[in-house]
């Protein structure tokens, strides 16, 4: 886009103090068509889990792993807020989600001990946490 490298996963480069910087110029993929896991209308999360509020983007179940769903969340930022991991990883326990998140460069994931695994192989090889 524009000469610069957009990755999923990876901040816009066109993303200046939290505000697109060509917003009427943005692209219809994956901008005019990205939807954050917020602002969906059966969203589960609540009103305070606003990105600019709770310092991440969900995107709810973004690919499955063994059948479970697994929502991928990316900071806005450095990384989430504690209190948002804190709700979002009880969220995915008592909803039998598994959970990718990204903090700084670092990836994680939360869920079963091989779904960890999996993921931290995926990372090892230079895969994408959800593997495309």
Same mark, same amino acid.
């Given at each position: 886009?524009?000469?610069?490298?957009?990755?999923?996963g990876q901040?816009c480069p066109f993303s200046?103090?939290?505000?697109?910087?060509i917003?009427?110029?943005?692209?219809?993929?994956?901008c005019?068509?990205?939807v954050?896991?917020w $602002?969906?209308a059966?969203?589960?999360? #609540?009103?305070?889990?606003? =990105?600019?509020?709770s310092? @991440?983007?969900? *995107?709810?179940?973004?690919f499955?792993?063994?059948? $479970?769903?697994?929502?991928?969340?990316? #900071?806005?930022?450095?990384? =989430?807020?504690k209190?948002? @991991?804190?709700? *979002?990883?009880?969220f995915?326990?008592?909803?039998?989600?598994?959970?990718?998140?990204q903090?700084?460069?670092e990836?994680?994931?939360?869920?079963?001990?091989a779904?960890q695994?999996?993921i931290?192989?995926?990372?090892?090889?230079?895969?994408?946490?959800?593997?495309d």
């Amino acid at each position: 886009m524009r000469g610069h490298k957009v990755r999923k996963g990876q901040p816009c480069p066109f993303s200046v103090a939290h505000r697109c910087t060509i917003y009427p110029e943005r692209p219809q993929h994956p901008c005019r068509e990205f939807v954050c896991g917020w $602002l969906v209308a059966s969203s589960p999360l #609540p009103d305070w889990m606003r =990105p600019d509020q709770s310092s @991440m983007i969900m *995107l709810a179940a973004n690919f499955f792993w063994r059948g $479970l769903p697994v929502d991928v969340v990316v #900071p806005v930022g450095e990384q =989430p807020k504690k209190k948002a @991991m804190d709700w *979002l990883m009880r969220f995915c326990t008592e909803k039998r989600r598994l959970l990718v998140y990204q903090s700084g460069d670092e990836w994680f994931a939360f869920g079963p001990p091989a779904f960890q695994t999996d993921i931290a192989g995926r990372l090892g090889r230079g895969e994408t946490p959800w593997g495309d």
